[in-house]
């Protein structure tokens, strides 16, 4: 992707204040591509697995999803014509998925899964601009010390999780769950900087 007088600020597709601030940390300057209806109510956000899809699939398929949305957007909306990143995060523990909960409950029968337990986190990121769409991944493996149903509860009522995959976040209170990391911290956070770098140095973004 050759670089141009307009590529040294993105869009970001994306919701998540956590890729915001990873974006920030590395210094990525970009405009936020506002979504105007709930992700369960917009096919191209919807993050619904299919059947029998496995979790690397999963996560590039809806990265790319996510960044052809944001790229649509661009133009209906006569923004300026700016690389668009894009990104989802998925866990998959035993050959499930598991996304964000529903509600409390579905939060808490999440973590009682994760307790005392491995899972692998998985990250897609996809750059979309001049036609071309370029996608990385991270696949991390996460294992969580035993949990009791109280620090569950009490995880749970703080709200942290629900807006999450898994059910937490690794960059709040639920760092104090995390007995292993061998990966990306950044990938499980939801945008992992050392692809996310090498893709947006491709499309010139940076030096």
């Known amino acids: 992707m050759p670089a141009g007088p307009l ?9 998540s204040p956590r890729r915001r601030e990873l974006l ?5 300057a970009f405009d936020t591509i506002s979504f105007r209806s ?15 899809e496995d979790a ?6 809806l990265a790319r999803s996510k960044a052809e949305h944001g790229c649509d957007l661009v133009r209906w909306r006569r923004l300026l014509p700016q690389p668009v990143l894009a990104a989802d995060t998925t866990l998959e523990l035993a050959g499930e998925l598991i996304g964000k909960p529903a509600d409390a409950d579905d939060a808490c029968r999440i973590l009682r899964c994760l307790s005392g337990r491995s899972h692998r986190v998985l990250t897609a990121v996809a750059v979309a601009f001049q036609g ?4 990385a991944l991270s696949d991390s493996v996460v294992r969580f010390r035993p949990l009791d149903d109280g620090e ?8 942290e999780p629900l807006d999450k995959a898994g059910a937490y976040g690794i960059q ?10 061998a990966g990306s911290y950044s990938g499980v956070m939801g945008l992992p900087l050392c692809e996310t770098a ?10």
């Open 152 to 159: 569950i509860a009490r995880y749970v009522a703080s709200g």
């Open 24 to 28: 920030a940390q590395i210094g990525v």
């Open 132 to 135: 071309r769409i370029e996608l």
């Open 7 to 15: 590529q040294r600020r993105i869009h970001l597709a994306s919701r």
């Open 198 to 207: 090498q893709l947006l140095r491709r499309c010139g973004v940076l030096p």
């Open 172 to 181: 709040g209170r639920a760092g104090m769950f995390v007995e292993h990391l």
């Open 56 to 61: 690397r699939h999963c996560v590039e398929r």
């Open 38 to 52: 709930a992700a369960r109510e917009d096919a191209a956000l919807d993050e619904t697995p299919l059947p029998g």
